[in-house]
């Protein structure tokens, strides 16, 4: 661990501080209609689709409209990948994606994951990159603001059924916030190498009398809302550890940065949504807690030497960044590779830029806990806000319980179908982990033949494949090799599960919570934006992941390092 | 549900045209006018032959040239088929590959103890750089295959040695390929 490497996090966190009020505050303006400078636009768009943008849906309806719209794109995409060979752009002149693997990603990129169970470069053409997968880029991250608008709408108003317009709060969150972000994003990420075009891949005649071909694209468009939208699918193989994705440590700066940027502000369209900014920052101080205390934790794994070898220097000095670079770049060394991979994984967003599946047991375990918490330290754009909610309402719940009272959040009384709801989400993500990894584990020729690595470290092979899944991450311990008939079927399965059997119950929750009386807060309210609503939070968070998850992970990366300090190696 | 299947159908296609194609194709246009070297990967040539990308790390093998990172792509340092080797910190097969590793290297350099990048691949198998501690251990090596003062490759280290960006930001590091090119540029 270095000066420098604590202070390019602490740098990190005050921009992100600075960059969250601004952009909360705007997104609020957005779902209100105050922002509309490409008004003539969005009103040709609903004629011409249809869409009555002046009425209001109630849940069902909300619900009815995001699963029409998810299940149209997610088969376009993949009819694109099947007939791409009949398409344009693919210079490189790649065949059609086989079934079962252009199931799996067509369900990855509708449902945020962006798992991908491919090496792009040899299976994906420009077009498909371009109009399937960075399409879902946009809209899957929409879709996930959306839900939960709609849910911070159900909390702020009373005594209506009503909770937006699912048509109208996609095209305004892709018009308004993500495409001129990205428009001014992907153009930085030029200025600094990322590149942009549509040639065929360049043959070069290396130094060393070899040759090299060396992958083009349109990247820094996709990268841009890759990054932004908390999607993380990689142009290239190696993701954001690529050259090309991610060249500078600036580029890496302001990737890092758009992961947070919107989960963040989101914390602060809560606070002014409901009317009580308090309420927001506690939520983001809860967030805060477990970021710090993730990074903290894997920073300082990353920087331990590797106890068996012998003959290298691993000391951290002004000359080389040290500590585990197995897997990691030398531009990024272990602070930057140690905070992105926090990053991506309390976030939903999966990009990486080092390999998870190469870091010591204990730096690996934190991206695979971050992702069994439910990605709510921040979280995916969306998903991590209305998995956080539902947690409040469990963490409200819990208080009403320890004093006697009827709980109450935001002057709104919880009652039993809420608290139903939320253990429906909570409950869902855990069994289709465990379930779908337990069976993994005892079939050797479905799940176990795709491990790279063995012993422990190859259960958390497993975990983190079905964590990533259910959770709509996407990052991987990637040695497990998952396109295989078993796992592009049951991952396609988690994460589909993993998305919509969590939305429903989150609108649900939302269209009940409209419907509620609101009572003014009284002193015998619990208040949700104090120090003490913040610990309370992150306990429950904590306490809900560790007896869910501790047996799980104490066979996995807890094993492994135990058995490490011990000298002891898999093969 | 009807109308909601209706709107979605029309939605979705002219969503993708926008967002889809018309997006990216304007950023690909405003990349390919304002920054077109960036834009194209940075491809070098030398006498009329490209001889690779600014910031694609390539293999080199000779010992007149220094080396980069191990990489596990492809057969190494493949442009095509990027990424890591995901092998375990508790793999016997991470450990075999750096002991071999750090075995050849200090065959030139007794006792000295291998700096940790260069003997560890990187995440993308094709990582332009190595450490400021991985040059200036493989000067040696590369002054005696080429017969030169160790002093004047030491001082093309040096000059090559890239700062964290803004003083701040990443790592020190040395660009392989752009030292190289140096190397050979010296006059004889």
Not at chain 1, 472 to 486: C, D, E, I, V
Not at chain 2, 49 to 62: A, C, D, E, N, Y
Not at chain 2, 154 to 160: F, G, I, Q, S
Request: with cysteine; hydrophobic share 45%.
């Amino acid at each position: 661990m270095t000066l420098n490497g604590w202070l390019q996090f602490l740098v990190y966190f005050v921009v992100l501080l600075v960059c969250i009020r601004p952009i909360g505050v705007y997104m609020m303006n957005i779902f209100n209609g105050k922002v509309d400078f490409l008004r003539p636009f969005e009103s040709m768009l609903y004629r011409i689709c249809g869409v009555h943008s002046t009425q209001e849906m109630e849940w069902r309806e909300y619900t009815v409209a995001m699963l029409m719209f998810s299940v149209v794109s997610l088969i376009l995409t993949y009819l694109i990948e099947r007939t791409q060979q009949f398409l344009p752009w693919n210079p490189q002149h790649l065949g059609a994606v086989a079934p079962d693997l252009a199931w799996n990603t067509a369900v990855s990129f509708t449902t945020n994951t962006n798992w991908q169970a491919y090496t792009p470069e040899s299976t994906m053409s420009y077009f498909t990159q371009m109009a399937a997968l960075a399409y879902h880029n946009y809209f899957s991250a929409a879709v996930g603001i959306a839900v939960a608008i709609a849910l911070v709408r159900g909390i702020a108003r009373h005594e209506t059924r009503l909770i937006g317009n699912f048509w109208v709060d996609i095209t305004r969150t892709c018009l308004y916030l993500l495409l001129p972000i990205c428009i001014v994003f992907s153009l930085i990420l030029v200025s600094q190498g990322v590149v942009q075009n549509l040639h065929s891949y360049v043959t070069t005649q290396t130094l060393d009398h070899g040759t090299q071909i060396i992958a083009q694209g349109p990247v820094a468009s996709q990268e841009a809302i890759k990054m932004l939208g908390t999607n993380g699918g990689g142009f290239f193989n190696a993701n954001s550890s690529h050259p090309f994705e991610n060249p500078t440590p600036l580029t890496n700066f302001l990737e890092m940065l758009s992961i947070f940027l919107i989960a963040g502000g989101l914390t602060v369209t809560l606070g002014r949504m409901t009317g009580s900014r308090g309420h927001g920052w506690a939520v983001f101080a809860c967030m805060s807690i477990l970021f710090v205390a993730g990074f903290v934790v894997t920073y300082w794994a990353e920087s331990q030497p590797h106890p068996l070898l012998r003959g290298v220097d691993q000391r951290a000095s002004i000359l080389q960044s040290g500590g585990n670079m197995e897997g990691k770049e030398a531009r990024f060394g272990v602070s930057e590779s140690a905070l992105f991979a926090t990053l991506t994984t309390d976030a939903s967003c999966g990009a990486v830029n080092s390999w998870h599946d190469s870091f010591t047991p204990m730096g690996g375990l934190i991206p695979l806990a971050n992702i069994m918490l439910g990605e709510i330290v921040f979280g995916g754009v969306g998903s991590g806000l209305y998995g956080m909610l539902v947690y409040v309402v469990l963490a409200v719940f819990i208080a009403g319980l320890m004093v006697g009272r009827t709980p109450e959040y935001l002057g709104k009384k919880i009652d039993a179908f809420d608290v139903k709801m939320a253990m429906l989400y909570v409950l869902i993500f855990p069994v289709l982990i465990l379930t779908f990894s337990a069976v993994s584990a005892v079939a050797p020729q479905m799940g176990l033949s795709s491990l790279t690595n063995h012993g422990p470290h190859g259960l958390s092979e497993v975990l983190y494949a079905f964590s990533s899944a259910a959770g709509n991450n996407g990052s991987a311990f990637a040695g497990l090799n998952a396109n295989t008939h078993w796992y592009n079927i049951s991952l396609g399965f988690a994460m589909l599960c993993g998305r919509f059997l969590m939305i429903v119950p989150t609108l649900a929750l939302a269209g009940n919570f409209a419907q509620k009386k609101s009572a003014p807060i009284s002193p015998g309210s619990f208040p949700v934006h104090s120090t003490l609503f913040t610990i309370l939070l992150t306990g429950v968070i904590l306490i809900v992941g560790a007896l869910t998850f501790f047996p799980a992970l104490s066979l996995g990366p807890v094993l492994e390092q135990l058995l490490l300090q011990h000298g002891t190696l898999f093969s | 549900m009807r109308t909601h299947l209706h709107i979605a159908i029309r939605f979705t296609l002219i969503t993708t045209v926008i967002f889809g194609i018309i997006y990216p194709l304007t950023i690909t246009a405003i990349a390919h006018f304002a920054m077109h070297d960036k834009a194209n990967g940075q491809l070098m040539s030398r006498n009329g032959v490209i001889i690779g990308s600014r910031i694609i790390g390539q293999k080199f093998t000779s010992d007149i040239y220094f080396h980069g990172r191990p990489s596990a792509a492809g057969n190494g340092y493949d442009a095509a088929n990027s990424g890591g080797s995901n092998l375990a910190p508790s793999n016997a097969l991470l450990v075999e590959h750096i002991q071999s590793a750090v075995a050849a290297y200090q065959t030139q350099n007794p006792g000295q103890p291998v700096p940790i990048d260069l003997v560890t691949s990187s995440a993308s198998g094709i990582d332009p750089d190595i450490s400021p501690a991985a040059a200036l251990y493989q000067v040696h090596t590369v002054a005696a295959a080429r017969h030169i003062p160790q002093e004047t490759v030491r001082k093309l280290v040096d000059a090559h040695i890239q700062g964290r960006q803004y003083g701040l930001l990443g790592e020190p590091r040395v660009n392989v390929l752009e030292l190289n090119l140096a190397l050979d540029a010296l006059p004889h």
